[in-house]
């Protein structure tokens, strides 16, 4: 594996995931509040067979 396909896979596995954000979270970050973000984490780029599309 070359070295800019090793740095992109190891780039691809750390952003991955991401975290769901609800309107309301989005009310509470820009009211100053801290992002709960310990929820359950969403792959975006190969979701699970029936999984919401979040795109």
């Given at each position: 594996?070359s070295e800019?396909?090793?740095?992109?896979?190891?780039?691809?596995?750390?952003?991955?995931?991401?975290?769901?954000?609800?309107?309301?979270?989005?009310?509470?970050?820009?009211?100053?509040?801290?992002?709960?973000?310990?929820?359950?984490?969403v792959d975006?780029?190969?979701?699970?067979?029936?999984?919401?599309?979040?795109?």
């Amino acid at each position: 594996m070359s070295e800019r396909s090793a740095a992109e896979a190891a780039l691809y596995q750390l952003t991955k995931d991401t975290v769901r954000v609800t309107d309301d979270d989005l009310g509470r970050v820009v009211a100053g509040e801290p992002l709960d973000d310990s929820g359950p984490r969403v792959d975006v780029s190969f979701p699970a067979d029936g999984a919401e599309d979040l795109l």
